[in-house]
């Protein structure tokens, strides 16, 4: 069996090193504000199925989720404008996986007690499940709950891959958040996997500091045997299968209960072919890993299997999972972000961050283009930054700009900030985001 290498291409050792950064990346996420929904109420039994790792969100700017980047496919929205997310770097154990028609779960009771864990957390207060149905959301004490997401992009099925939130953030919807590791401390995510109801799954999207603070959590849960944590089966001694019965009754990372599940659906009752047919499918069954050992690798190199008994190599939380449609430079898929667009063809083309004047706040500046072909009233609008706005008004005629001074509800950050215009509705009508590599000399603007 041949084992990972270490990395020889150009195209491997950026990958290394884009996990292992000297300075910590202080990525962009985008903020959404919504609400958390597990229950239609006009349609109760096409309503969700509540997990442990995912949840369907309904923002109050769709139009922020179609913005976010992604690798294919636009997301997807119900007739209500409720589409899905799903927690960065949490795997909860299934409670319901098809395999060609066939529903399989893994150890039923702590799976479902991961669910009911973030329902509760969420707020939903009391929740009953049809008997019939007994994923399906009967009746919600609390429904739905407001909250928000911090999102980099979407995945391949159209779902916004986020860190999760109850209750109200003090910056303005779309806000360019530039996520550090103690912010994730009050995310649902964490929590998920602090008191042990989930594995991690890191990937390769994830800075590394945020990852870091994150595994940090994994390894609490398990030193403390918390959660599903108290029966997993150690790492030395793994964990015997011998069919589908041994599978749905175990405790082993997702990830890979969902590349057994459909192995043994085909018929097989042991390992002794699972490195074989493993191989076979690099994109929907051996997943691209960089493992612990800075080598190049994927999931046949993780495991070893013999016979009915089957051992991780390494921790799920210490390998990156690389996307199948990874392209470098690390995007979040192939399609960038774009800016919203108005009707009012109104745009942010510079800002005056750092004046040479001071104090800087009252001669900072951001000024706006009218590119349409009407004179524009910016009564009732705003502008605002990721932590205050100030309304703004006068006239900008066609084709011409207009220089807006700020006043001191707008202090914008020498470093990085979000820019945002809102039109009477509270409509982004522009946004712009800088970081410390955009920022010109002191005393010139910022042009976006």
């Given at each position: 069996m041949p084992f990972?290498?270490?990395?020889t291409t150009l195209k491997e050792r950026r990958l290394f090193a884009s996990i292992n950064p000297r300075e910590p990346a202080h990525m962009a996420y985008t903020l959404i504000k919504g609400s958390f929904h597990i229950h239609y109420p006009h349609i109760p039994l096409s309503g969700p199925e509540p997990d442990g790792d995912t949840i369907k969100f309904q923002p109050d700017n769709p139009q922020l989720v179609e913005r976010l980047p992604r690798p294919n496919r636009m997301p997807g929205f119900n007739q209500a404008g409720i589409t899905s997310i799903r927690f960065e770097g949490v795997d909860a154990l299934e409670t319901h996986f098809d395999v060609e028609d066939t529903e399989f779960h893994q150890h039923l009771p702590l799976a479902l007690a991961a669910r009911d864990a973030l329902m509760t957390r969420i707020g939903f207060g009391a929740i009953k499940y049809f008997d019939s149905h007994p994923y399906k959301v009967e009746t919600v004490e609390t429904h739905p709950v407001r909250g928000y997401i911090l999102s980099m992009g979407l995945d391949t099925y159209g779902r916004s891959v986020a860190f999760v939130y109850t209750g109200e953030h003090p910056s303005i919807d779309g806000s360019r958040i530039f996520m550090q590791p103690h912010m994730l401390d009050t995310s649902l995510n964490a929590f998920m996997l602090h008191q042990g109801h989930a594995y991690g799954a890191f990937y390769l999207g994830l800075p590394?500091?945020?990852?870091?603070?994150?595994?940090?959590?994994?390894?609490?849960?398990?030193?403390?045997?918390?959660?599903f944590w108290a029966q997993a089966p150690s790492m030395s001694t793994g964990i015997t299968l011998d069919g589908v019965d041994a599978l749905q009754n175990g405790i082993l990372w997702p990830k890979l209960f969902r590349r057994i599940a459909p192995y043994f659906q085909a018929g097989h009752t042991n390992f002794d072919a699972f490195d074989a047919w493993l191989r076979q499918d690099t994109r929907n069954r051996d997943d691209r890993l960089l493992l612990p050992t800075m080598e190049v690798g994927n999931l046949h190199d993780m495991i070893r299997a013999q016979g009915t008994t089957l051992r991780l190599m390494f921790a799920p939380e210490d390998v990156v999972i690389v996307p199948d449609d990874y392209i470098l430079p690390a995007t979040v898929g192939g399609v960038l972000p774009s800016?919203?667009?108005?009707?009012?063809?109104?745009?942010?083309?510079?800002?005056?961050?750092?004046?040479?004047?001071?104090?800087?706040h009252g001669n900072e500046t951001v000024t706006l283009l009218n590119a349409s072909n009407q004179d524009v009233d910016l009564t009732g609008w705003q502008v605002a930054d990721a932590k205050g706005?100030?309304?703004?008004?006068?006239q900008i005629a066609r084709g011409e700009t207009l220089r807006i001074a700020l006043t001191s509800a707008v202090k914008l950050n020498n470093d990085r900030d979000t820019i945002t215009v809102l039109d009477p509705s509270e409509q982004i009508v522009d946004q712009v985001a800088y970081e410390p590599k955009d920022l010109p000399d002191e005393g010139v603007s910022v042009t976006f």
């Open positions: 990972a290498r270490r990395p590394p500091e945020l990852r870091e603070h994150l595994r940090r959590s994994v390894r609490h849960a398990r030193d403390n045997r918390l959660g800016r919203p667009r108005h009707p009012s063809g109104v745009r942010i083309i510079c800002a005056l961050v750092n004046p040479i004047e001071r104090p800087e706005s100030q309304t703004i008004s006068g």
